[in-house]
């Protein structure tokens, strides 16, 4: 592309407006929410909250988002285009609960200390920064052999499921507010319909929400005053010391870092693989580095949140979003942490007015997996799907019975059964949901196309990955579920027997999307043995 031709790429266009409101509000949320787990759930000082772990976000969000504007003019540049969207960047929302549940909590309720939890919070993001980082080369490889519908299947899962059910309820809880956002989000959104004046329908969305919710008497003037006294400028500097802290008793971290880390760099090759889709191709490996790197920064400077790529670049491209809109979302973001604002915020913005927009983007990444994929490989995205809504149930049962008192193991899985709960099958189910969503997709989308030897490899692969505990396990270990690897192989049997038979592979339909990146398929020739496409080289 020459000079002349890139000076007229726009750093701003009217469509970034609508994607900042709506991508600004995602983030938004998101912020909020960890900032009332830490507080609320952890027992945090406020001031470490909004002194520290804010700032060090807001640093690893404004890099991150101005990177991936880069990568996105640099893309548009090379392709000579002016509708690149660049990829959504923020805190990761299952990492957000994780890291509060599962890591941060046990340890606070143990010792009663929040610093200890903490520390033991930013070393886990540290190591799944390094994690991911490793990923960078591998997970190229895993995207270019891996059926599209399991890719966007499995993203789906984690979409309906830890990004829409929670905003759902809480909108359901202030229906009134809520109903009359979404209906704005959806109609500027999914159709060609516009406001007066092409008014930005993420910003209108917002303020109406937020008129019905005081006007509604939803929201207090006493919280907004008390919520202002707090402000106060923070900038992040380094805390190796409480990095070092949490990382001398790292092998308890290892269990979940080792597969959620695994899970980052699944989730980042979903989501360039849903970007792709969309019609923008990022390189993976440069996504992964960015994605490491944004978590290891993060966490020396005291955020136990790993910042991630997000699910919803399509749904930000079909808003007009192109280049601008990601690196002003990171700037916004990063100037309300360093002035400790969102505490005021969250006094000022019904949650019922902001929580629409990721059910927006959980009812668009949904749909995407059913349309972006063939249509005879339906049933291989709702395979996909599966162990993500395992998990989350599980997750769900687990918080009710900690609510009552007691866990699961205390009141005994025949007493669950008896009363129509399959806890422990859903419990083993969901065990590294994306990585198990993603083994079950491909070897239903295989099977479908009559490619048994393609089928038997991700069946073996996911004996392998049961076997050291990456799926279906409570954590990593040896042989960690044996019954499990075991219907892995006698699945990958079945599939090589089937093999040996030397099927005709499936004929796609005419003008059915790819199958998958490395070895999908373009029109049949004639005699109906369908010829395999050049991969396309990937530059961003």
């Given at each position: 592309m020459t000079t002349t031709a890139a000076a007229k790429l726009p750093f701003w266009v009217r469509g970034d407006t609508n994607a900042f409101f709506g991508f600004g509000v995602n983030v938004l949320v998101n912020v909020l929410t960890l900032t009332a787990l830490c507080i609320g759930v952890i027992k945090m000082p406020?001031?470490?909250?909004?002194?520290?772990?804010?700032?060090?976000?807001?640093?690893?969000?404004?890099?991150?988002?101005?990177?991936?504007?880069?990568?996105?003019?640099?893309?548009?540049?090379?392709?000579?285009?002016?509708?690149?969207?660049?990829?959504?960047?923020?805190?990761s929302v299952p990492h957000m609960f994780i890291v509060i549940f599962v890591i941060m909590l046990p340890i606070y309720l143990t010792t009663g200390n929040p610093v200890q939890a903490w520390t033991a919070g930013?070393?886990?993001?540290?190591?799944?920064?390094?994690?991911?980082?490793?990923?960078?080369?591998?997970?190229?490889?895993?995207r270019k052999y891996t059926p599209r519908a399991a890719l966007l299947g499995t993203l789906a899962g984690i979409s309906i499921t830890?990004?829409?059910m929670n905003p759902a309820g809480n909108m359901w809880n202030y229906a009134w507010i809520a109903l009359p956002v979404l209906g704005l989000l959806l109609i500027g959104l999914l159709t060609d319909v516009k406001l007066p004046f092409n008014f930005p329908i993420g910003l209108a969305a917002l303020l109406v929400g937020t008129a019905i919710g005081w006007v509604g008497g939803a929201m207090s003037v006493p919280d907004v005053t008390a919520a202002a006294r707090d402000i106060a400028f923070a900038f992040p500097h380094l805390k190796f010391d409480l990095l070092v802290d949490g990382l001398r008793d790292m092998a308890p971290l290892l269990a979940t870092a080792i597969p959620l880390g695994v899970y980052n760099f699944t989730e980042a090759m979903t989501n360039v693989e849903s970007a792709a889709t969309a019609g923008d191709r990022y390189n993976l490996r440069s996504v992964l580095l960015a994605d490491g790197a944004g978590a290891?920064?993060?966490?020396?400077?005291?955020?136990?949140?790993?910042?991630?790529?997000?699910?919803?670049?399509?749904?930000?491209?079909?808003?007009?979003?192109?280049?601008g809109y990601s690196m002003a979302t990171?700037?916004?973001?990063?100037l309300l942490c360093f002035f400790g604002l969102f505490g005021l915020l969250g006094a000022i913005f019904p949650t019922a007015a902001i929580?629409?927009?990721?059910l927006y983007i959980g009812l668009l990444i949904g749909a995407q997996a059913f349309q972006a994929t063939p249509r005879a490989h339906a049933a291989a995205v709702v395979a996909a799907l599966i162990p993500n809504i395992a998990s989350w149930a599980t997750g769900q049962m687990d918080n009710a019975l900690a609510a009552a008192g007691t866990t699961a193991a205390e009141v005994g899985t025949g007493a669950l059964a008896g009363a129509g709960v399959v806890y422990d099958g859903l419990k083993t189910l969901g065990e590294g949901?994306?990585?198990?969503?993603?083994?079950?997709?491909?070897?239903?989308?295989?099977?479908?196309?009559?490619?048994?030897?393609?089928?038997?490899?991700?069946?073996?692969?996911g004996?392998?990955?049961?076997?050291?505990?990456?799926?279906?396990?409570?954590?990593?270990?040896?042989?960690?579920?044996?019954?499990?690897?075991?219907?892995?192989?006698?699945?990958?049997?079945?599939?090589?027997?089937?093999?040996?038979?030397?099927?005709?592979?499936?004929?796609?339909e005419e003008g059915e999307p790819e199958s998958f990146e490395g070895n999908s398929f373009t029109e049949a020739p004639e005699g109906g043995v369908p010829a395999p496409r050049k991969e396309e080289t990937v530059v961003s």
């Open positions: 406020a001031s470490d909250v909004f002194g520290v772990i804010l700032p060090a976000l807001g640093i690893a969000l404004v890099a991150g988002n101005v990177y991936y504007t880069f990568l996105a003019r640099r893309l548009a540049a090379k392709e000579n285009r002016t509708d690149v969207t660049a990829l959504p960047y923020g805190p930013i070393a886990w993001a540290f190591i799944i920064g390094v994690i991911v980082l490793i990923g960078a080369f591998v997970g190229p490889y895993i830890f990004i829409s290891v920064i993060g966490s020396c400077l005291g955020s136990p949140f790993p910042p991630a790529v997000y699910v919803g670049h399509p749904g930000w491209k079909a808003a007009g979003g192109r280049t990171g700037v916004v973001i990063a929580v629409p927009i990721l949901a994306i990585l198990a969503g993603l083994v079950l997709g491909a070897i239903v989308a295989f099977i479908i196309d009559k490619r048994f030897w393609h089928a038997a490899v991700f069946a073996g692969s004996a392998v990955l049961s076997f050291i505990g990456l799926i279906h396990a409570e954590k990593v270990q040896w042989n960690a579920d044996g019954q499990v690897t075991l219907g892995y192989l006698f699945l990958a049997v079945v599939c090589v027997l089937f093999a040996l038979s030397k099927p005709a592979p499936r004929v796609p």
